[in-house]
DNA sequence: ACTATAGGCAAGTGGCGGCTTGCCTGTCGA
DNA sequence: TCGACAGGCAAGCCGCCACTTGCCTATAGT
């Protein structure tokens, strides 16, 4: 299972994720030819596979094939657990600032 | 303004990112010794400054100075905008498989 | 059977990111 | 004032990642 952060750092991989929301269940083809013409990304459709197979591992896109074609399907479930990570508003420890704080000072 | 997805793509910048949702308004030093104790990350200080830099161009980090202190506090905001950009629950198009998706099957 | 289409595999390359190292500035305490 | 401490600046190294290139497989159409 891959890194869904890293899944997400690359800019090209995020216009495809905006693609599939947009149009959910596109070929490779498809989507390179999307990418080109409204996002202006001219990578070859070797690079936008790899990054299809980057977002595959990630969970975030499912693959079905279908004779010659190959769909992609957006899946968001990994992105929900992102932002709960550190946007759980449990009322978190303040550090006392104005005391001594020798790099621990509660130890 | 630095990438928020690329802040996001590193796991020791992630880790840190967890110290100050614990514990909120830490140094740098305090933060170095936490990740080495409580994540067994053992990197040197400068590339803890330097995940921090990269943290605060995010936005993601907000330093402030105290005398000899630089207190290192938690932003959230940049965060609330990643899940929803996907995550938007509007009923998005479907592409007609069965049909004959050459590309794109309406131009 | 032949061709065009949709996609896959693998090797190679260039640039960027993470990390270290060395040295410097600035602040507080005794 | 002097030394310990917190942090900063800059150069250099190295591995990974995105991308290309070349060739291959497989399905559909005629």
């Known amino acids: 299972m891959g890194d869904v952060y890293q899944a997400l750092a690359d800019p090209t991989r995020r216009k495809i994720l905006d693609e599939l929301t947009e149009r959910d269940g596109q070929t490779l ?3 390179c030819a999307r ?3 409204r996002h202006q ?3 070859s459709r ?3 596979s790899q990054h299809l197979d980057v977002l595959a ?3 975030l896109v499912v693959a079905r094939r279908q ?3 190959k769909f992609h399907h957006l899946d968001t479930r990994p992105l929900q ?3 709960e990570r550190w946007l759980r508003p449990e009322p978190r420890q ?3 600032h104005e005391d001594q704080p020798d790099q621990r000072p509660g130890g």
Chains 1, 2 share one sequence.
């Open 57 to 59: 591992a990630a969970g």
């Open 81 to 83: 657990s992102i932002a």
């Open 46 to 48: 070797q690079a936008i």
């Open 41 to 43: 990304i001219t990578s």
């Open 35 to 37: 990418l080109a013409t």
């Open 94 to 96: 303040e550090n006392p």
């Open 67 to 69: 004779g010659r074609y």
């Open 29 to 31: 083809f498809e989507i």
